[in-house]
């Protein structure tokens, strides 16, 4: 049983900053990639930053320059440092973890006023 656990989503105002963290805890000792999905209202998931346990990473291109993913893989935590957001990036986020499956968090409520 693997369980993560998101934190830091709030309410913000555009041009502001948020940091989440995820912490993934249970069976798996370490994971293949660990990355941010979202997901905003009438939309399909989509994702927006991954990185594996080599250290390399993918962003959305909408993201790019904006959001910071790392990892902290002795902790098998993942942090998602967002700068200059946009009311675009209202979503729900949900962190995942990849071993033989992918595993998700709850969710974590992320809101950017104008």
């Known amino acids: 049983q693997v369980h993560l656990v998101e934190s830091g989503g709030g309410l913000v105002q555009a041009g502001g900053s948020l940091r989440l963290s995820c912490a993934a805890s249970?069976?798996?000792?370490?994971?293949?990639?660990m990355g941010w999905y979202r997901q905003a209202p009438g939309k399909l998931r989509e994702e927006v930053a991954i990185?594996?346990?080599?250290?390399?990473?993918n962003y959305k291109a909408s993201v790019k320059g904006r959001f910071t993913i790392s990892r902290d893989s002795a902790r098998n935590t993942v942090y998602l440092q967002m700068n200059s957001l946009k009311p675009e990036d209202t979503a729900v986020y949900y962190c995942?973890?990849?071993?033989?499956?992918?595993?998700w968090g709850q969710g974590t409520q992320v809101t950017v006023s104008s």
């Open positions: 995942t973890a990849t071993a033989n499956l992918r595993y």
């Open positions: 249970g069976s798996i000792f370490a994971f293949n990639a």
């Open positions: 990185v594996t346990d080599t250290g390399d990473t």
